[in-house]
């Protein structure tokens, strides 16, 4: 029984320092040497009074208040099913509150997760005329940096391009 006890805990003493330090620290360092700036979150910088300062990931939605951002997709988390009665109420409430027709649907639907920081191509065209009034910005212009700020591949109709918010808003916040 003696015997056994030691070969137990000797056993779980090799997997603790295999699987919980020699493993993390690889996993760690493989990240930081080869992945780094995802690995630390994919941090968006600026210069500001000679300084860098984070305003945002390219990974991580942020909310933009006012006209003259692009909006991203609704923040609220939502796990509820798309033929739910409450799934429709929220959707019809966004869509009354948003002017235009044909709105395209990431405009109107939540994420499961809340935090989504690209939007379709659609649903940033579809807010350009908006944020060109706003910013006294041509159309066109607003639209050259919303194309900009495109990512993903397309081959042929097979596409998984969309449009980064927190890019565009950069963008836009710099050209005036």
């Known amino acids: 029984m003696k015997k056994i006890m030691i070969a137990s805990l000797k056993s779980i003493l090799v997997f603790t320092l295999l699987c919980g330090v020699v493993y993390t620290v690889a996993v760690t360092l493989v990240g930081q040497v080869v992945f780094s ?5 994919s941090l968006v910088k600026k210069q500001e009074a000679g300084k860098e300062v984070v305003i945002g990931s390219k ?16 923040t609220e988390v939502s796990q509820l099913s798309p ?8 959707v019809e409430q966004r869509v009354e509150k948003i002017d235009g027709t044909d709105i395209p649907v990431d405009l109107v639907t939540a994420s499961a997760s809340g935090v989504d920081p690209e939007i379709s191509i659609e649903g940033a065209l579809f807010q350009s005329e908006r944020i060109a009034t706003a910013r006294n910005m041509k159309k066109d212009d607003v639209r050259a940096i919303i194309k900009q700020n495109i990512t993903g591949i397309k081959i042929g109709t097979i596409t998984s391009q969309r449009v980064n918010v927190l890019g565009v808003n950069q963008m ?4 005036e």
């Open 37 to 41: 700036a995802q690995a630390n979150g």
């Open 59 to 74: 990974l991580i939605g942020q909310k933009f208040e006012g006209e003259q951002y692009l909006q991203g997709r609704p």
């Open 83 to 90: 033929v739910s009665k409450e799934q429709k109420e929220r």
């Open 172 to 175: 836009l916040d710099e050209s």
